[in-house]
């Protein structure tokens, strides 16, 4: 079974840092892209940060300069280093895996699969 684990949340304080880690676990041939997705009380989800597979990313306006995004391929993980956070950083992070090809035959393909999310609360 093909599902992807997340880890890292917790309570920080303003200004501080938090490093959130992904791994899709199974045994697949391709993932195309990784990333990161963030809901905060009465919002919607919202893209925080992507990479796909050939190391292009995309990351929103409200965290760039503060939080990067990286890809080990070997391990199928993304990570999400977080610096510098805010209050408004306060939601449930989901990791989110976009086209993934299973290695076994017959191939399987899931053009979405999401983590069951973890909480980010920064307060001092």
């Known amino acids: 079974q093909v599902r992807l684990v997340e880890s890292g949340g917790g309570l920080v304080q303003p200004g501080g840092s938090l490093r959130l880690s992904c791994r899709l676990l199974g045994s697949v041939a391709r993932i195309h892209v990784m990333g990161w997705y963030r809901q905060g009380p009465g919002d919607q989800r919202e893209l925080v940060a992507s990479v796909n597979d050939a190391g292009v990313t995309n990351v929103a306006d409200s965290i760039k300069g503060r939080f990067t995004i990286s890809r080990d391929n070997l391990r199928n993980s993304v990570y999400l280093q977080m610096n510098g956070v805010k209050p408004e950083d306060t939601a449930v992070y989901y990791c989110?895996?976009?086209?993934?090809?299973?290695?076994?035959?017959?191939?399987?393909?899931?053009?979405?699969?999401w983590g069951q999310g973890t909480v980010v609360t920064v307060s001092s």
């Open positions: 989110r895996a976009d086209d993934v090809m299973g290695a076994t035959m017959p191939r399987t393909t899931w053009p979405e699969l």
